[in-house]
């Protein structure tokens, strides 16, 4: 195999840069690492090493290969070693002054051929290639800690990069055995502006009442599949990273309410409750482990009232059929008796404007999340109203829950907790297609990859049916009269046709 390029420097020891180092050398290229402290890059290079010597000892690497791995990786001392670099990877701090800086003394030692990157996640990769004298030779090579595990890397094109030093890096990203996708110079790339969806609108929800931290974590992982809640997302990634690129995402949009921060993560960390790393964040962690909180038991109710559902219930005859498997009476009539467990199942409005509207006494009404199918969720989630009685609260948690899958009861909100969440990831990705940041399929890939979804973005929306995603933008910006919930032009024009298609857009 021919290595896209055979000699490789990757400029900072941190944990970035020794994984690019290590899946570099793994490829076949010969690589330098340098640090401005040389103790960094030993250190750094002692721990690819372990990490390889670990792999033989548990078979999935013979020693012949790892001693091949380990001649391909050695430390520089200075700057001056690496001009014979025909790729050089920078993954220092996040300061554009300082990458500027570095990237100038190196275009003076390097060849003129020689690729330059930087591994950026937040700056832009124009702003940084603005003084070059050879822009054309400079892209953005963004990859996903831990490197050798995220399988991901998004090559960025500035606006004066040559598109041929893309398609070599895209090459090289496969030799490495990464999955390369392309973006355009745009704040966030790809994955963090996708990402935009999840934590931020969980943070509005909580900021409201809804639910609280350890509930919508739950919700969203039993409801939609995700693999970490919002929370457990933030502490895990920490909040001294993960808030300053929720602002830098939002000041680089001219503060796009879509991407508005919350005060709930500028507050925590200013008080240091930045997450897993120190012990605290939105769990207290013992031992590495969350503590977290028990749910509510369900209640014990000896009798339960008949069950009358809205006609303009979503899911409707799925949820009537379920309630017949609970074993429920049911009403048929065109008005609930004055006995019943009222019903609703809306998409986007809150439960109060569904009893208003419909005429339903909101002390014996509820609602339910109806937007996935239930037999596909591990959970169920009901939401009362703030006139809804004790009784008729507790009759419909013990109901649900009689065939032993997990219920929660939220406060009243526009739309439900996976609702907002799950049609403001579609809608902003949506958006990223119309602003032309990278491809549908790229974008999709992108996100499983980068950011562990259950599915794309896309995929995602497909699989609810664009026009219930739309439908709950719409009633949200009813509710809430929020500019951030306006549904894309792409998703309008999509919605009838699907979201994830292989064609080219419009």
């Known amino acids: 195999m021919n290595i896209a390029f055979n000699q490789v420097a990757v400029i900072g020891a941190g944990a970035m840069g020794r994984g690019i180092a290590q899946i570099a050398a793994q490829a076949g290229s010969h690589v330098f690492l340098y640090d401005t402290q040389a103790e960094a890059s030993l250190k750094a290079k002692d721990a690819v090493y372990q990490v390889w010597d670990t792999l033989v000892v548990k078979g999935r690497l013979d020693a012949a290969t790892v001693a091949n791995y380990k001649s391909k990786l050695n430390t520089a001392n200075s700057l ?74 998004e090559v960025i094109a500035g606006l004066k990069t040559h598109p041929a030093v893309c398609l070599q890096l895209t090459e090289f990203a496969k030799q490495m055995g990464h999955t390369a996708v392309q973006a355009h110079d745009t704040p ?60 830098s ?133 009901l939401a009362t109203n703030p006139a809804t009685r004790s009784d008729m609260r507790d009759a419909a948690h013990a109901l649900f829950a009689k065939d032993g899958k997990a219920v929660s009861v939220v406060r009243d909100s526009g739309g439900f907790i996976t609702q907002r969440v799950v049609a403001n990831i579609v809608n902003i990705a949506a958006d990223m297609c119309q602003q032309g940041v990278c491809s549908p399929q790229d974008l999709d890939v992108a996100v499983t990859l980068g950011l562990g979804y259950p599915l794309g973005p896309l995929a995602l929306g497909d699989k609810l049916g664009p026009t219930n995603v739309l439908e709950v933008l719409f009633n949200l910006q009813t509710v809430y009269g929020d500019p951030r919930y306006r549904p894309s032009p792409w998703l309008r024009r999509r919605g009838a046709i699907g979201l994830s298609l292989l064609h080219t857009e419009d």
């Open 80 to 153: 001056q070693q690496l001009k014979h670099s025909e790729l050089i990877v920078e993954a220092i701090v996040e300061r554009l002054d300082i990458k500027k800086s570095l990237f100038a003394e190196l275009e003076n030692l390097v060849s003129d051929t020689t690729v330059l990157v930087t591994n950026t996640s937040s700056l832009s990769v124009t702003a940084i290639a603005a003084s070059l004298q050879r822009p054309a030779q400079f892209a953005g090579y963004h990859f996903f800690n831990p490197v050798p595990l995220m399988k991901v890397v």
């Open 188 to 247: 966030g790339f790809i994955v963090n502006h996708a990402g935009r969806g999840y934590g931020t609108e969980a943070l509005r929800i909580v900021s409201e009442g809804v639910a609280d931290f350890a509930t919508i974590d739950r919700i969203l992982k039993d409801q939609v599949g995700f693999k970490l809640g919002p929370f457990e997302l933030f502490d895990l990634t920490a909040l001294d990273v993960s808030h300053p690129v929720m602002e």
């Open 249 to 381: 995402i939002y000041n680089q949009y001219y503060q796009e309410p879509r991407y508005r921060p919350s005060v709930i993560t500028a507050q925590r960390l200013a008080g240091g409750v930045v997450g897993k790393k120190v012990g605290e964040g939105f769990y207290t962690y013992v031992d590495g482990k969350a503590v977290v909180p028990p749910e509510p038991a369900v209640p014990e109710v000896k009798e339960f009232p008949p069950v009358w559902v809205s006609p303009r219930a979503s899911r409707r005859m799925e949820l009537l059929q379920l309630l017949k498997d609970l074993g429920a009476t049911l009403e048929t009539g065109a008005s609930p008796s004055p006995s019943a467990l009222t019903l609703v199942a809306p998409l986007g409005f809150d439960v109060t404007t569904v009893a208003v509207v419909e005429r339903l006494d909101p002390a014996r009404t509820i609602g339910i999340d109806m937007l996935f199918d239930d037999a596909a969720t591990k959970r169920r989630v």
